[in-house]
């Protein structure tokens, strides 16, 4: 099986923290089971705070698929990860430094060991 990784970033609104944890505490079961049917596997979404004070978060995923677009495509038409993307961007803040179309920064992998 071919595992495709992706790195990303995005700022966090500060004043929506909390909430953006506690919605993550309790993801939707068919938001996730959106993400599997989308062949992503070993999710993970990240928290720091940079030398700006502000936080950012890295998210991590694995792409087991064959046609990622499509999956993508397929995920960005379901209703619910609509509604789900709905209450998450208002906490979020893209990064000034992202390529056109892009919500999260994609990251380049430079390292990566098994």
């Known amino acids: 099986m071919s595992v495709k990784r992706f790195g990303m970033t995005i700022r966090l609104q500060p004043e929506k923290l909390e909430a953006y944890k ?9 938001v996730l089971d959106m993400i599997s049917d989308c062949n992503i596997r070993n999710y993970s979404i990240y928290l720091g705070t940079m030398d700006d004070g502000n936080p950012y978060l890295f998210s991590y995923f694995e792409y087991t698929g064959t ?13 619910t990860t609509q509604e789900w993307w709905a209450v998450c961007k208002p906490c979020q803040i893209p990064i000034e430094h992202k390529k056109e179309g892009e919500w999260w920064a994609d990251m380049e992998e430079v390292f990566h060991t098994d």
């Open 22 to 30: 506690q919605l993550h505490a309790a993801v939707w079961p068919k």
């Open 67 to 79: 046609d990622f677009d499509a999956d993508m495509a397929k995920m960005a038409a379901d209703p």
